[in-house]
């Protein structure tokens, strides 16, 4: 019997822009409580040779930028965002189940974008303080993808309900308080 497995691509997208603004295209959403993922946004065809073991595939990002301000300050803003266009689901992959898989994937993406969010904002980053920020960037993103890969490990790709429960359940409670 062939098990289809789960699977979730991130990455992450960092640029110095003169704007203050994030603006999210039609082929992306930004993550919203109001908002659930539902299988219509998975807008990517499947691999026809590639990953057939993989049942759907997230593609999230951390989007945030940055820019000098006039009082010689690094004027920051971050976002969580899905990816349609990257994002894809095999037929026998539209469970219920699945698509809680998934949407956990995307809530995980969410609260590593608020945490990274609140480190910055614990000091003021002068105009000269690129390096002193990205690094502290690269720590979260890096606790982002290794809590990304303990959530797949861990439910077994959704197949080990409990886990993937538990798992919701303290995604959830981590969203409510950060």
Known sequence: MLYL????WWFLLAAWWNT??????????QWSKERRLEWSDF???????RY???????SSLIQYRYFCTPQDTLQIRIKAVFLKEES????LGKTTDCLRHEQTHFDIT?????RLKHCLEQRTYTCRDVVILEAEVKK?????????????????YSLHTIAQKNWENYIAECLLYE
């Not at 969410?110 to 608020?114: D, I, S, V």
């Not at 290794?146 to 797949?152: A, K, S």
């Open 5 to 8: 497995f789960l699977g979730w």
């Open 20 to 29: 203050d603004n994030i603006e999210i295209a039609p082929n992306r959403l």
């Open 43 to 49: 807008q990517a065809a499947p691999p026809e040779t």
């Open 52 to 58: 057939l073991r993989i049942a759907a595939l997230t």
């Open 88 to 91: 894809w689901v095999r037929p």
């Open 110 to 114: 969410e609260l590593y974008a608020r």
């Open 140 to 156: 979260i993103l890096d606790e982002w993808r290794d809590t990304q890969l303990r959530f797949d490990d861990e439910t077994h």
